[in-house]
């Protein structure tokens, strides 16, 4: 996608910091076709049309809660122990490369 004035060309879309529960939903979204909405399918297709990759880098973090604040915060986030390495791999970015198309 490219804005012609500025001459700049989007090459990437890339999530970061979330979960990797919600960084699938948000590719599955791009990616649907047929869906109710209309909206998903043009974004999904014009970035297709233009070679527009996707690209994510989630974390293992556990939730931040909704009252934290970095002032109230004596340790570092601790890492989720449901999660491993192989795991994160496995479950979340093979899927993403083989039915996301990601």
Same mark, same amino acid.
């Given at each position: 996608?490219?804005?012609?004035?500025?001459?700049? *060309? #989007?090459?990437?879309?890339?999530?970061?910091?979330?979960?990797?529960? %919600?960084? &699938?939903? %948000?590719?599955?979204?791009?990616?649907? &076709?047929?869906?109710?909405?209309?909206?998903?399918?043009?974004?999904?297709?014009?970035?297709?049309?233009?070679?527009?990759? #996707?690209?994510?880098?989630?974390?293992? #973090? &556990?939730?931040?809660? $909704? $009252?934290?604040? #970095?002032?109230?915060?004596?340790?570092?986030?601790?890492? *989720?122990?449901?999660?491993?390495?192989?795991?994160?791999?496995?479950?979340?970015?093979?899927?993403?490369?083989?039915?996301?198309?990601?």
């Amino acid at each position: 996608v490219t804005n012609a004035a500025a001459g700049v *060309r #989007l090459h990437a879309v890339s999530f970061n910091c979330a979960t990797p529960e %919600a960084i &699938t939903k %948000a590719f599955a979204s791009i990616q649907t &076709t047929g869906s109710s909405s209309s909206l998903q399918n043009d974004v999904g297709a014009l970035m297709r049309k233009e070679g527009v990759f #996707l690209g994510a880098y989630a974390n293992r #973090l &556990t939730p931040v809660p $909704d $009252d934290w604040t #970095l002032e109230g915060s004596e340790e570092a986030q601790a890492m *989720r122990k449901d999660l491993n390495e192989r795991e994160y791999f496995e479950e979340y970015v093979s899927k993403w490369v083989r039915e996301l198309n990601v």
